[in-house]
């Protein structure tokens, strides 16, 4: 692998991992206020393009990214959606 | 530009745009408190290596999307790091 690419993987490690502490916050706090709905709504529709663009393009490091991303995007989405009533977006 | 290459490209669109409404609900409501500190410094970060990665590649659209979801990602963080004081993370 050429370095260049090593630049690549830590990009997509960093983007992907970066929704573990909000999805263990969301989990802690159970707080969702300040998080917006629409943008995980986008969010995961565009993680979910990533992920069918990975599986059309035989992609397995897009594949893997994406579908981690998925389900932390996803879960964050959905207790977003769960704390509605009390959100006040 | 085969079929394929839309995936990707609305892909890219959808995840780059989806901070605009957070962006959007931050400048509004001055609330940040349940955006996880953590998580858009590691964002900022893989971003960042994602336009690295797009210059050394020469991939104009990698290029393009990764600015825009810089520029809309670092503004949530700098919010985030001024509302410290009275955020809880």
Do not use: H
């Amino acid at each position: 692998m050429e370095w260049v690419s090593y630049v690549g993987f830590v990009a997509a490690f960093c983007t992907s991992m970066s929704f573990l502490p909000q999805a263990y916050k969301v989990i802690k706090t159970r707080d969702t206020r300040s998080i917006s709905l629409v943008m995980y709504i986008v969010y995961v529709i565009g993680v979910s393009l990533w992920l069918i663009y990975g599986i059309l393009t035989a992609d397995i490091p897009l594949i893997v990214a994406n579908f981690v991303t998925l389900l932390l995007a996803a879960f964050i989405l959905f207790i977003k959606i769960k704390n509605r009533g009390t959100d006040k977006t």
